[in-house]
């Protein structure tokens, strides 16, 4: 007795060796491989973060370089250091002002 699919177009293409070999190859080269798709993409997803991170870097050492640029002159220094360390001269009060706006609100 003989198979009724045998002279079934589909039955002909999956008995095929090359269609087998096929599709091992191509599922392991998509989920099994070292270089496979997902691992790909989540390397590719890394490397746009990098590049991101790059170009947040750069922007943040040109900042830096205008102000040590600035901070070469004695009053642009005394400036800075009344900002950010509230330093004072004799004599002289220094009153910090909050508003509730910059304050932390605990709940």
Known sequence: ??????????????????????????????????YSYFDHRFLDNQVSELEDNK???????????EQIKQLKNPEQIEKYAREKYYMKKENEDIYLIEFESDSIVKK
Not at 16 to 34: A, E, G, P, Q, R
Not at 55 to 65: A, F, G, N, S, V
């Open 1 to 34: 007795m003989t198979n009724p699919h045998k002279n079934k177009p589909w039955f002909k293409f999956l008995s095929n060796k090359y269609v087998w070999v096929l599709l091992f190859f191509s599922t392991w080269m998509i989920f099994l491989d070292n």
């Open 55 to 65: 170009e947040y870097y750069q922007l943040e050492i040109k900042k830096d370089e």
